[in-house]
């Protein structure tokens, strides 16, 4: 049986706090457990439901609020590892969804009236969500050729209780559009929203606005259609300590409704493929990070998805390991995969996406080639390091005429935009010589991600 959000629930705190109850009540823990649990959610994103004894908590469920929670109904249109990934907040969401829905503030009532006229161009939500149709400014990629479109995409999470409480406003009002084949980056610093986004996007999390749709299947309507199509593999993976690479394989091909020797046949083609089959029947804690990463991706391609979700594919992962990943990326790819990576390392986008947006605070920064984004940013950047006497070193620099832009940066450096880096350093020295300004380096840079992203938020990403 396929259960499908309904529509927005009540408010998703409440039913945390009544779902965390329930929880402690199921689990037998106290309530320093629950507050210990809630103590690390902020560090983990949210309680996992591992160690929930499932059979417990769907009676809990059903006592508490009747038929329309169907915990059964809900886990077996899960795959096991969207299973083992489950939070205390997709939980609620999914409770929420199920519940009536208040009357929409009048806002939403407003926006309502604003659809696009029905003129059968196209049903991407580019279009519908627009006065003017997106395809007639270009933006609507041509059916068939854009793989992920998201219009308006939003969520926040309710943090702390009482007047301690604070609202974080984790994705707000995300566009994307990501044709077939592309390999796309989603870059950003840590805390920007770039897994929150991908968890509504593999429909782990229910947005509080927006819309989206994936190989075709529309988010909010249907949810079951976009999980057939996409692989998502999460920041931390996905896979047993106990259980070897080939079980894990075949377990998962077997959740998604494949036969006994169609998962076995999938299993082993995979197993080669990602290079696995020396190691296949080794339990999944003897890998090493590379090779136990590469199980994680495994495990999300073995239903020959449309689109593959990655979050942070790389992270914590050796030089090597990391060049290697990026060949097993360029390879889907190559095979027909839409490739959706998440990732804090600029050489990553740089070097393996066709295409990537920037996020920062929830919010799209920038969007392009990384080559058209560099161009954007004409010239060189110097980077001037200095031992005090900031605004001193901005207030001289800033009157040479070759100076097109300057910015002050932390750890005490300014950043000058100026159109050649070999005629101004002389310049920038002779300036500085005899000012009082004691500087400790300058530094030539050739347009980066990383002065992208300072020119557009005013900060590094670098080291984040
Ligand atoms: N379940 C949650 N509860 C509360 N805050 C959350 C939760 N998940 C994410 N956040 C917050 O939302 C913001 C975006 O987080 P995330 O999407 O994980 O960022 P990224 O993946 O870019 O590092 C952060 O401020 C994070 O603390
Ligand atoms: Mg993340």
């Given at each position: 049986m396929t259960v499908e959000p309904t529509g927005p629930g009540p408010a998703e705190p409440g039913v945390v706090a009544e779902l965390r109850r329930l929880l402690v009540e199921v689990t037998g823990e106290d309530e320093g457990w629950a507050a210990?649990?809630?103590?690390?959610s902020r560090l983990e994103g949210d309680l996992r439901l591992e160690s929930v004894e499932w059979a417990a908590l769907a009676d809990r469920l059903a006592e508490r609020y009747g038929g329309r929670?169907?915990?059964?109904?809900?886990?077996?249109?899960?795959?096991?590892?969207?299973?083992?990934?489950?939070?205390?907040?997709?939980?609620?969401?999914?409770?929420?969804s199920r519940l009536p829905a208040p009357s929409p503030p009048a806002r939403t009532r407003r926006r309502a009236g604003r659809?696009?006229?029905?003129?059968?161009?196209?049903?991407?939500p580019l279009c519908r969500s627009s006065l003017v149709h997106a395809h007639e400014t270009g933006?609507?990629?041509?059916?068939?050729?854009?793989?992920?479109?998201?219009?308006?995409?939003?969520?926040s999470f309710q943090v702390g209780k009482?007047?301690?409480?604070?609202?974080?406003?984790?994705?707000?009002?995300?566009?994307?559009?990501?044709?077939?084949?592309e390999i796309f980056g989603f870059l950003g610093p840590n805390g920007a929203g770039k897994t929150t986004t991908l968890r509504m996007l593999s429909t782990l999390?229910?947005?509080?606005?927006?819309?989206?749709?994936?190989?075709?299947?529309d988010l909010r309507t249907d949810p079951a259609g976009v999980r057939k199509r996409v692989g998502y593999v999460a920041q931390g993976g996905g896979t047993w300590d106990e259980v070897t690479a080939e079980e894990e394989l075949v377990l998962q091909a077997r959740m998604h409704g494949f036969s006994k020797a169609e998962a076995k046949r999938r299993a082993a083609a995979l197993l080669g493929a990602f290079d696995l089959a020396g190691y296949a029947d080794r339990r999944c804690k003897t890998y090493s990070g590379g090779q136990r990463r590469r199980v994680d991706i495994a495990l999300g391609v073995i239903h020959s998805p449309k689109v593959l979700f990655l979050d942070e594919p790389t992270a914590g992962l050796d030089p090597q390991s990391r060049a290697h990943m990026w060949e097993e990326v360029r390879r889907l790819r190559a095979e027909g995969m839409t490739v959706f990576i998440t990732t804090h390392y600029l050489e990553e986008a740089d070097v393996l996406c066709d295409r990537i947006a920037i996020i920062d605070h929830g919010e799209i920064v920038a969007e392009g080639t990384p080559d058209a984004l560099k161009r954007e940013i004409s010239g060189d950047v110097l980077a001037v390091t200095l031992n005090g006497s900031t605004s001193r070193a901005a207030e001289l620099l800033s009157a040479l005429p070759l100076v097109n832009k300057l910015e002050a940066v932390e750890e005490a450096g300014l950043w000058l935009y100026v159109d050649s880096g070999a005629t101004a350093i002389p310049q920038v020295l002779r300036v500085l010589e005899g000012s009082g300004v004691e500087m400790d380096a300058i530094e030539l840079h050739r347009p980066s991600l990383d002065d992208v992203f300072l020119t557009k938020t005013g900060r590094s990403l670098r080291d984040k």
């Open positions: 210990r649990v809630a103590k690390e929670v169907d915990l059964a109904a809900y886990l077996a249109d899960l795959d096991i590892h969207q299973i083992i990934g489950l939070t205390v907040g997709d939980l609620a969401g999914y409770i929420g659809t696009a006229p029905d003129t059968g161009c196209c049903t991407g933006a609507c990629p041509v059916a068939g050729d854009s793989m992920i479109e998201t219009s308006g995409l939003r969520k009482g007047r301690k409480g604070v609202t974080v406003e984790a994705v707000r009002g995300v566009d994307l559009s990501v044709a077939e084949g999390l229910l947005p509080d606005g927006g819309e989206a749709t994936i190989a075709g299947a």
